[in-house]
């Protein structure tokens, strides 16, 4: 009876929620969705954490969507939400890798300045052109394999196979990068190979403080020194890193470091802390369980659908969720590996993306044209959405899939949630009482609110 009284309470609190849904667009899930899953992950929870998690229900669902108003704020923010795995090739989920560092290294560039005030070129990724010949070699597994990477020669023949046709400065594989076209400048031969490891160190103990500066420049004695290792033939001036990777989003990256700062939260014992960091991760996981947040396509506007993306993310679940979706997902239970947690539902939400497409393309052309599109009062503005009888034939067609991404992602919360804290050593929540804000936080999140209701994005407005 108290199980069910406590259920019929959250419906009927989730269900204001939809009054206050529709602001300045639509963010992924909607305000609704986030808020929802918030929500209802807080009944997954163990007996030792939920009292806390239940007094505090209301700061963890209101507070679902401070990373949607954030993209009002800074231009850092979006790249945290989504990621376009899509663009880096063929099997990006396989050829990707899962730590940022070598991510960033891999697919960025590494410019080098000389005393004579030119510029050279370490390494560059550019995305390769595969002719019809490469294609069937690759689907047939024709490619090399190093059998002993001790063995540089050999190493530089399998790496530099078809380099000349892919990239005119480097090339990365099996976890190795041979610097091609400026190596006789920097070392005096006509090729070198370096780990990516040896670069993603070099990121990671020189370049990621620099994360959210404008440019990443070296200083030459960091420079030199890290060449010198490989035999450089001159010193340089300086150095700088270009970023090409974080602008197709970096949302799993992101889990990982939140998760680790959800941790250290539960460690602090600051509730505030703690409400924080559960709600906001919350949100990120909410993104990561939304397949058109896995794509470069990710409003259709590649293939003329545009709008999709608050079509299956934000109406689907306004009109559905209250009526037909089971939210009860169970206990929540502990992971044992967090990167390998979030980058499978990363590639989970992924393979949905094909599905979403095709299915809305196929009835855009069967659906009568003048019956796609409606429109309806909300807070006394009149707006353009896909009418009801489209709308419920897209969701039959989708078979129930948005109702288990949004499930999906409310066990995954309340795992993550549970995870963090055994992972502190299980602290003792019971005396936490309700957090009550403070004024600094309060002074903060009312200027987010302003910008928010502003209404320009910083960086891309992946929803609309």
């Known amino acids: 009876m108290r199980t069910q009284a406590i259920f019929t309470k959250a419906l009927l609190l989730s269900t204001i929620f939809i009054l206050c849904s529709f602001g300045n667009s639509s963010p992924d899930w909607g305000f609704f969705g986030h808020k929802r899953i918030n929500r209802m992950a807080v009944f997954t929870l163990p007996p030792e954490m939920i009292p806390f998690f239940k007094k505090n229900i209301e700061f963890i669902t209101e507070h679902a969507v401070d990373p949607d108003k954030r993209r009002y704020a800074t231009k850092h923010e979006g790249v945290r939400h989504y990621i376009d795995i899509d663009h880096w090739g063929e099997n990006p989920l396989e050829e990707v890798p899962k730590y940022l560092s070598e991510a960033v290294m891999k697919y960025g ?140 989003g970096i949302l799993p990256y992101h889990l990982i470091k939140m998760q680790e700062n959800l941790t250290r939260a539960f460690e602090s014992g ?131 899939m948005v109702e288990k991404r949004m499930t999906d992602a409310v066990k995954a919360i309340g795992d993550v949630w549970f995870s963090a804290w055994v992972d502190a050593g299980q602290p003792d929540l019971m005396k936490q009482d309700e957090y009550i804000i403070s004024e600094e936080e309060k002074k903060q999140m009312e200027e987010e609110e302003k910008l928010f209701k502003a209404g320009t994005i910083k960086g891309r407005n992946h929803s609309n």
């Open 109 to 248: 560039e590494m410019i080098l300045f000389t005393e004579k005030g030119d510029t050279l070129t370490l390494f560059k990724y550019e995305k390769p052109k595969k002719n019809e010949e490469e294609k069937k070699e690759e689907k047939e597994g024709k490619k090399g394999k190093v059998k002993n990477k001790k063995d540089e020669s050999q190493l530089i023949d399998v790496l530099s196979e078809g380099l000349e046709k892919k990239t005119p400065y480097s090339t990365f594989r099996d976890g190795f990068v041979v610097v091609k076209k400026d190596a006789k400048a920097i070392f005096g031969k006509d090729s070198m190979v370096i780990e990516l490891k040896a670069l993603s160190d070099f990121y990671n103990e020189y370049v990621a403080n620099m994360y959210f500066d404008d440019e990443w420049k070296v200083d030459a004695e960091i420079i030199n020194g890290f060449l010198g290792e490989y035999g450089a033939l001159e010193k340089f001036t300086g150095g700088q890193i270009v970023d090409h990777f974080s602008g197709y």
């Open 270 to 400: 600051n509730s505030g802390r703690i409400l924080r960091m559960a709600a906001e991760i919350g949100h990120y996981i909410g993104d990561a369980h939304v397949p058109l947040h896995t794509t470069e396509n990710y409003n259709g506007q590649m293939t003329g659908q545009d709008g999709i993306h608050g079509f299956w993310e934000s109406r689907l679940p306004e009109m559905f969720a209250d009526d037909s979706y089971n939210f009860w997902v169970g206990k929540a239970s502990y992971i044992e590996n967090p990167r390998n947690f979030h980058w499978d539902v990363v590639a989970e939400s992924h393979s949905y993306v094909d599905t979403i497409l095709s299915l809305e393309k196929e009835l855009s052309i069967t659906f009568p044209r003048d019956k796609q599109y409606c429109y309806e009062m909300r807070l006394e503005r009149t707006v353009r959405v896909q009418c009801t009888a489209y709308a419920t034939e897209f969701h039959n067609r989708l078979d129930g």
